[in-house]
Antibody, heavy 124, light 107 residues
Framework: EVQLVESGGGLVQPGRSLRLSCAAS????????MHWVRQAPGKGLEWVSG????????GYADSVKGRFTISRDNAKNSLYLQMNSLRAEDTALYYC?????????????????WGQGTLVTVSS | EIVLTQSPATLSLSPGERATLSCRAS??????LAWYQQKPGQAPRLLIY???NRATGIPARFSGSGSGTDFTLTISSLEPEDFAVYYC?????????FGQGTRLEIK
């Protein structure tokens, strides 16, 4: 059974940093790209960032480019999101999501498994 | 970026009825469109990918159609567990984008 478990969320002041983690199990982690997708309270879904299986390809939404850094550790079956210079508009539930297709797709992918999310609240 | 517009915003139907949800893209996305279901307090679940392919474990009452800019998710006969919010998503152009959602509620 595929499981994705996020952690690291919390309340943080504007301008500060936070690091999210996602522990994966139930599939061959280093066969797939992984992504972060967020959902602001009561709002829709927004793709944030993605990383290929070997970290050779990485992408970011314009809204987080230059502030967020995605990474992975295949030996630990883990995905990370380092979030710096946080803003109020970054407040959201952050989901870790597995790419549907094994290969990295330059235009994006679908997400066939999701974690339950970790809540990030940016407020003073 | 490609904008996906879903309609209607809210759809009120009864169990057993047929549901038709629409997603329109601001430019062609070919067949690179997916549908997700999200229930309160839960993560989204992939239903349909590449416009018409059912994801693993998805019941046959869910079907997708369309190409280019106009897409439809059809639920042939609503079950009580189908009342939820539905999102479409495109992967034709970077960045991948989602529609704003259609809430399917019990009438």
């Amino acid at each position: 059974e595929v499981q994705l478990v996020e952690s690291g969320g919390g309340l943080v002041q504007p301008g500060r940093s936070l690091r999210l983690s996602c522990a994966a199990s139930g599939f061959t982690f280093d066969d797939y790209a992984m992504h972060w997708v967020r959902q602001a309270p009561g709002k829709g879904l927004e793709w944030v960032s993605g990383i290929s299986w070997n970290s050779g390809s990485i992408g970011y939404a314009d809204s987080v480019k230059g502030r967020f850094t995605i990474s992975r550790d295949n030996a630990k079956n883990s995905l990370y999101l380092q979030m710096n210079s946080l803003r109020a508009e970054d407040t959201a539930l952050y989901y870790c999501a597995k790419a549907h297709f094994p290969e990295w797709l330059d235009t994006g992918d679908y997400f066939d498994y999701w974690g339950q999310g970790t809540l990030v609240t940016v407020s003073s | 970026e490609i904008v996906l517009t879903q309609s209607p915003a809210t759809l009120s139907l009864s169990p057993g009825e047929r549901a038709t949800l629409s997603c329109r893209a601001s430019q062609s996305v070919s067949s690179y469109l997916a549908w997700y279901q999200q229930k309160p307090g839960q993560a989204p679940r992939l239903l349909i990918y590449d416009a018409s392919n059912r994801a693993t474990g998805i019941p046959a009452r869910f079907s997708g159609s369309g190409s280019g800019t106009d897409f439809t998710l059809t639920i042939s006969s609503l079950e009580p567990e189908d009342f939820a919010v539905y999102y479409c998503q495109q992967r034709s152009n970077w960045p991948s984008t989602f529609g704003q959602g259609t809430r399917l509620e019990i009438k």
